[in-house]
């Protein structure tokens, strides 16, 4: 496949693997190939693939199921009888699912290297120091529902879970946020900013009434606009972001217009508030899909989403539609992208033999919070 040009960030992180026993490197696509298959047909329905639509060719094809966050969590929960569940994705996706799986199941993540930066921009202590000022700046009774993102990681969920929060996807994080503030007056949206904000204008919230929280600042670096910015708040946006959909731009559109008259335009909710409003559409990685392989044929697309699943749609449509990535270098995400084949080879073979590599297991003293709050998001569509 080939590679596109990469940003300084991933040609920094994409070398960055588990390293592998020597004999799975270096095996030919043939061998691979067989081998998957093989390891797979002798686990039959002991183990269960789940691959995230962001990952590679040679992985996704061996995948069970495929799907965005939301729809990857639910196969976890529909499948109570598989031992094992191996979850070609990123960490915080295997996290949840070990939160929703039962316990005589075992969640693998072939690369445990394989991490979110988004979701690494939320600390545990940053958000109860948060929460304290919060508290301290409007009053016990401030009223606020925690809402995060399931790119978190598990003790972030556990935390919100606790303080009557819930998790939230990109496929329903209208519908959270409606279930939010059903229950109190303002929302603490954690932790990419992006969704947060793209989500609530869709709502009908004005941008005024929208604030940034920086966790690298003290009280948020709000304290010279508060109390009454925050007082007047509906949402109050974590400042994280997603490397890869913030590099999506007004110009890419503006030129792919130029470039196709009557091209439409989709991209996923972690991008820049402003690109949203000049694509004409968003939605989950899922909803990509569905919107693309469901319009009329002749449609051409641009599509602001991880290059790996607009160079597949692309392939799936053509040629009755046409899809071009609205970033002409391709946007990568670096972690999602060192789940090899040969890293899933390793944890199916090892399976096959009786070991278990790369167990995700979250704690046991985080784990029912962390339930709770993916339940709740389960709940909500
Ligand atoms: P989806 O839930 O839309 O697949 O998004 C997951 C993700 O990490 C997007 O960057
Ligand atoms: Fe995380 Fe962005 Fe990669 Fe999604 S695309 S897994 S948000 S780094």
Redesign the pocket.
């Known amino acids: 496949m080939l590679i596109p040009m990469l940003t300084a960030y991933e040609k920094e992180h994409v070398s960055e693997r588990q390293p592998l026993p020597e004999r799975y490197l270096g095996l030919s696509d043939a061998e691979m190939d067989q081998r998957l298959a093989a390891a797979k047909a002798r686990l039959g329905r002991r183990a269960v693939i789940l691959g ?3 990952q590679r060719d040679e992985v996704i094809k061996f995948a069970d199921y495929t ?6 969590a639910r196969q976890v929960a529909a499948h109570p009888d598989a031992e094992f569940i191996v979850f070609c994705g ?1 960490h915080f ?1 295997a996290e949840s699912a070990d939160v929703l799986s039962a316990d005589h199941q075992q969640v693998i993540l072939p690369d445990l290297a394989a991490g ?1 930066s ?1 979701a690494d921009m939320a600390d545990p202590d940053q958000l109860e120091l948060c929460w304290n000022d919060l508290e301290m700046m409007l009053g016990q009774s401030a009223g606020i529902v925690p809402v995060t993102y ?2 978190s990681a598990a003790s972030i969920k556990a935390f919100v879970g606790e303080r009557g929060g819930v998790v939230c ?3 329903n994080a209208a519908a959270t946020l409606r279930w939010a503030w059903a229950r109190g007056d303002r929302v603490l949206f954690l932790p990419d900013q992006h969704l947060g904000r793209n989500t609530a204008y869709k709502l009908g919230v004005p941008l005024e009434r929208m604030v940034v929280w920086d966790p690298n600042e003290i009280c948020g670096g709000l304290d010279a606009d508060a109390p009454d910015a925050i007082a007047n708040a509906r949402i109050i946006l974590w400042k994280g972001h ?1 490397s ?2 913030t590099r999506f731009t007004v110009r890419q559109i503006d030129a792919m217009r130029a470039r196709h008259p009557g091209i439409r335009v989709v991209v ?3 991008v820049p508030w402003e690109v949203v409003q000049a694509a004409d559409d968003s ?6 899909l569905t919107v693309v392989t469901s319009s009329p044929a002749g449609s051409v697309w641009a599509v602001g ?2 290059i790996h699943l607009v160079e597949r749609l692309a392939r799936q449509v053509a040629p009755e539609r046409t899809v071009y990535s609205l970033d002409q270098f391709g946007c990568l ?1 670096s972690t ?1 992208f060192r789940v090899s084949p040969n890293h899933l080879l390793w944890t199916l073979e090892g399976l096959v033999d009786g070991e278990v590599h790369n167990r995700i297991v979250v704690p046991a003293d985080r784990k029912y919070w962390t339930k709770v709050a993916l339940d709740r998001m389960l709940s909500i569509q």
């Open positions: 995230h639509h962001y799907g965005d966050s939301f729809k990857l990123v996706m979110c988004m399931i790119n996807t990109s496929s997603c890869v959909h996923h909710p972690e939605g989950s990685t899922e909803y990509i989403t991880e995400c999602m």
